[in-house]
């Protein structure tokens, strides 16, 4: 397939707001595939994230290059996943001229139109989490395959490439094939917020209400001595945490898969700020701590896990059992690693497990229901999070310079929310509230690395930072396109653990508007 068909369909799916349109059209294109091995490639490349990953090549490097287009298309999708493997493979000395010599003949065989294409998928500005959503759909369609059952294969496989290849090859039949495999996480189910607890009880039904931690997501998997824990997006970083491989590989079990989340202890028991655990994590975060405390070596700040979900035991897939089993099994394995909580309280004893978790110094509690299986991947209302203040994470767009005492910084941030149709984040506000001198140091020095453009007073950026933001509500506003904007928004901390695909969704955000 040539390049210039999957540069077509990524121009006409951007280019609408329909969530139906963007699915016919992925769908017409993959079902244009003949060869098998290319169906990796043009979904990686459509949802913005080439199989290679990061190639050693940023945006500086990418501008400086100045090439003439080619005059027709001729480039097919083979040879650019070729050229970007050669040059994702390029190190040591001389590496740098090979790299531009490389990008410079592959840019060379591109036209206007298709080097435009390449520039944004390598920087990452074609990346939107979002998009993966709709690509499952259209995966279906094309395969005539209900997306449940691709959903659940991606699910399981961690990677869409994949799932789309064994779709459009063997239909449901090879989708079915997908197994929860010991050693390789899955994507992890996610809470909703909810108006109240009040409100949580009564939409969850029977339910566990438990202590939402203010600490990392990890998903740990144990297969007789050999553990690996991996976090939210799925990185491994089993030789960050000895702690908790020995820990894990002590537990009652020859096999397990849990999720859970870990966090740093004071002396008095009480958790840490969220940056210091998140500082025994940089390294494999791509180094995007910005506001870690200097606390000394790091490594001597032991993490605590707290499991809240069991996945597999000793053999047994639990993804489809009720909530009410696998906490049962969590128990049997885990001990006095389970996460705080109480199985079906009445509202009185839900309100104490609340009060309690923000006596202990964290964010608030979890509702769930114990009639639901695990939903892998998916925001769905069976877990409903509880927290006494409003917050957001969202998507960092823009920074605009600062005046007065925040002149020559990065200051004023310009704050998207997910689009749930795979659109490009919404803008729905901007502030320079809680910015530290530390974090405009950090928003100076680190945005460049993620500029697409620039004017004399604003640095715009590829939509791939994660801030959470704390807000007293939102309001109505003609101003930005979504409809909305934050009242009175202020920082409190980025999110290096958290990507795009990860930040809150414009109707979480409109259904924070009063009497919503």
Request: aromatic residues 6%.
């Amino acid at each position: 397939m040539l390049l210039s068909d999957v540069v077509r369909t990524s121009a006409a799916v951007a280019a609408t707001r329909s969530r139906l349109a963007k699915v016919r059209e992925l769908a017409g294109l993959l079902g244009r595939l003949a060869d098998p091995a290319e169906v990796e490639v043009v979904v990686a490349f459509l949802v913005g994230t080439p199989r290679q990953g990061r190639i050693g090549t940023g945006w500086r490097s990418l501008a400086a290059l100045d090439v003439p287009p080619a005059a027709e298309p001729g480039l097919t999708v083979a040879e650019v996943d070729a050229a970007l493997a050669a040059i994702a493979h390029t190190s040591g000395k001389g590496s740098t001229r090979r790299r531009a010599e490389l990008l410079t003949g592959l840019l060379g065989r591109a036209t206007a139109e298709e080097q435009r294409f390449l520039f944004r998928l390598l920087t990452g500005e074609l990346r939107q989490g979002a998009l993966e959503g709709v690509m499952v759909d259209g995966v279906a369609a094309a395969t005539g395959v209900p997306a449940e059952a691709v959903r659940r294969a991606f699910m399981l496989a961690g990677r869409l490439p994949a799932t789309a290849r064994a779709a459009l090859a063997g239909g449901e039949a090879a989708l079915a094939e997908f197994r929860l495999e010991l050693g390789r996480p899955i994507r992890p189910m996610l809470a909703s917020p909810a108006e109240s607890l009040e409100a949580a009880l009564a939409e969850a039904g029977p339910c566990s209400v438990e202590y939402k931690l203010d600490g990392a997501r990890i998903q740990v998997h144990r297969d007789g001595g050999e553990v690996a824990v991996f976090t939210r997006t799925l990185r491994e970083i089993t030789g960050s945490v000895p702690e908790l491989v020995k820990l894990v590989r002590a537990l009652p079990c020859r096999s397990v898969v849990l999720d859970g989340e870990t966090l740093a202890l004071n002396d008095n028991g009480r958790p840490r700020p969220f940056q210091e655990t998140m500082s025994r994590f940089s390294r494999e975060l791509g180094g995007l701590a910005p506001d870690v405390a200097e606390v000394g070596d790091v490594r001597e700040l032991l993490l605590h896990p707290w499991f809240f979900d069991c996945l597999h035991a000793d053999g047994a897939d639990l993804l489809d059992a009720p909530l009410a089993e696998r906490i049962d099994a969590l128990r049997s394995v885990a001990g006095r690693h389970v996460i705080v909580g109480d199985r079906e309280p009445d509202p009185a004893a839900a309100e104490a497990v609340l009060d309690a978790a923000l006596a202990a110094g964290h964010e608030g509690v979890v509702v769930k229901s114990l009639a639901a299986p695990y939903a892998a991947g998916r925001r769905g209302r069976s877990w409903l999070k509880v927290k006494p203040v409003h917050t957001l994470d969202l998507v960092v767009l823009a920074a605009e310079w600062g005046h007065g005492r925040r002149t020559g910084y990065l200051s004023n941030l310009h704050l998207g929310a997910r689009d749930p149709e795979g659109g490009a984040p919404i803008m729905v506000g901007k502030t320079f509230k809680g910015l530290t001198d530390e974090l405009l140091a950090w928003q100076t020095t680190t945005f460049p690395e993620f500029e697409t453009h620039r004017d004399s007073w604003t640095v715009y950026l590829r939509p791939e930072l994660v801030v959470e933001i704390e807000l007293d509500g939102v309001q109505v506003s003609p101003r930005y396109a979504g409809g909305v904007a934050l009242r009175f928004a202020r920082v409190l901390r980025y999110r290096p653990d958290k990507t795009p695909a990860d930040a809150d969704t414009i109707d979480a955000v409109r259904r924070l508007l009063p009497g919503h």
